[in-house]
């Protein structure tokens, strides 16, 4: 349980449980520097910040280890308070002997995430902040990490505090003009409201739509590989897999519901989608099942690869009509080159690949890279990654939008003045100004006990 009111002295072991070369354990709050004056020797006379000192950890007379310490003063630390990292040897006996001495000079035992909750109550961070933390400590791929860092620097924390600020000056003019009835002033007045609530409207809906975008850097990026029936679909996931992971059969058919799994390319995630043939006027209820699981991936996926094993003179007509159907990028390949009688030049689109030797994956592969590199370049974009945060941006745009339609009708401007602090709520709520402990728990908890 988060220990929200206690400020006392905390301490943990920061690294993973088990052996390893090292280990770090923390110490934060008023005591700090008291403990490491008992436990650490030589005695340092005059503690500077931000510095690192060489010694040993004593319990009474007896010798525990050889340590490196490093010294961190309030307010600027982690936490803003003082912080003590003790780096030792790596065995458990030394880290809970060590952990245990702490314990015994005064500090207790860290609960889950108290650190970075101590970070977030002396204003280090902010909520946005401390969840995109967590996204940073989840992060699996290129995408999913540069994000989360780009947030944690506090990006996306300033446009809502600047949006607050905006929604403020809203209630500022409807304040005005309950104070003020002349019919000029309130016209030029009702103007500028308008110019104002469109300008934080657009903002909040450009953070909204940038959620699914968001979901693709940390799922990955979907990959539909579609056809008609037998012409390797399952062999080509097998062969960007690296493994045999989808039956392959010369039998037409054989793939009746889809297959997915992850690859990771040039630090990448992208997830691979082997679906069923699609397949002109069967009857067979497996096979329909199988092609609308198709069609529902082909919409859920950022790319298609569409797979044929033969010539199609009207190739460029198919790729436009998925392109213009489905909005998607689309890599349009011929399989089994190897078996073709007319010959094509194989840096010509559509590429040609034999997923059974192997021929001609590294051209897709680079047509795949190229396409991904939009996604690189909106990585530095403001982006939302969070359901949470997305969910109270659209409530605040509800309640903006509430205004825009109040507006028309001529609604009092008290009740105005209401929803717009409602609005102002939601975005309150997203960097933690306004809490309740509920929220703080679930997000706290999902810290282990040394961060």
């Not at 934060?28 to 520097?33: E, Q, R």
């Not at 340590?67 to 961190?72: A, D, T, Y």
């Not at 889950?112 to 002396?122: P, Y």
Request: proline share 2%; hydrophobic share 40%.
């Amino acid at each position: 349980m988060l220990n929200i009111d206690n400020n006392d002295t905390i301490t943990a072991i920061a690294t993973p449980p088990g052996v390893g070369a090292i280990a770090v354990i923390r110490i934060s709050g008023p005591l700090s520097f008291n403990i490491i004056d008992i436990i650490f020797q030589p005695k340092i006379k005059n503690i500077k910040s931000r510095r690192i000192y060489l010694g040993y950890i004593y319990s009474k007379n007896t010798l525990l280890d050889k340590v490196l310490i490093n010294i961190f003063k309030s307010p600027n630390s982690y936490t803003g308070e003082d912080i003590i990292e003790i780096s030792c040897h790596g065995s458990i006996y030394i880290q809970n002997k060590i952990l245990d001495l702490i314990i015994n000079n005064g500090a207790r035992l860290a609960t889950r995430g108290e650190f970075t909750f101590r970070a977030f109550k002396n204003g280090k961070l902010d909520l946005y902040q401390v969840e995109s933390l967590l996204e940073l400590f989840d992060s699996e791929n290129e995408l999913d990490h540069n994000l989360a860092l780009n947030n944690l620097r506090g990006e996306v924390s300033r446009i809502i505090k600047t949006l607050r600020k905006k929604i403020l000056n809203l209630n500022t003019i409807i304040e005005f003009w309950i104070d003020f009835s002349e019919e000029d002033i309130k016209k030029k007045n009702i103007l500028d409201f308008k110019k104002l609530l469109v300008n934080i409207r657009n903002h909040i809906k450009d953070l909204i739509t940038s959620f699914k975008l968001g979901l693709v850097f940390k799922k990955g990026i979907a990959i539909a590989i579609i056809g008609k029936p037998n012409v390797g679909k399952s062999t080509l996931f097998n062969v960007l897999l690296k493994y045999d992971r989808s039956i392959v059969s010369n039998k037409s058919g054989t793939t009746i519901n889809y297959i997915e799994e992850n690859i990771y390319i040039d630090g990448i995630k992208y997830r691979l989608i082997d679906n069923a043939g699609i397949k002109k006027n069967t009857l067979n209820k497996l096979e329909l099942k199988g092609i609308k699981k198709t069609l529902e991936n082909i919409k859920k996926s950022e790319i298609i690869m569409y797979l044929t094993n033969k010539i199609n003179p009207k190739y460029r007509h198919i790729q436009r009509y998925y392109k213009d159907l489905f909005k998607k990028e689309i890599i349009f390949i011929i399989n089994k080159c190897d078996l073709l009688k007319t010959k094509l030049k194989r840096q010509d689109s559509p590429i040609l690949i034999s997923a059974k030797y192997g021929i001609g994956i590294k051209d897709l592969l680079n047509k795949l890279k190229s396409i991904s590199e939009r996604f690189r370049k909106n990585n530095n974009k403001t982006i939302i990654p969070n359901r949470r945060h997305y969910e109270e941006l659209k409530k605040a745009l509800f309640k903006l939008n509430q205004i825009k339609d109040n507006i028309k009708i001529g609604i009092e401007p008290e009740i105005l003045s209401l929803i717009l602090k409602e609005a102002n709520y939601s975005l309150e709520k997203i960097i933690g100004t306004i809490t309740n402990e509920e929220i703080l728990f679930h997000i706290f908890d999902r810290f282990c006990i040394g961060k």
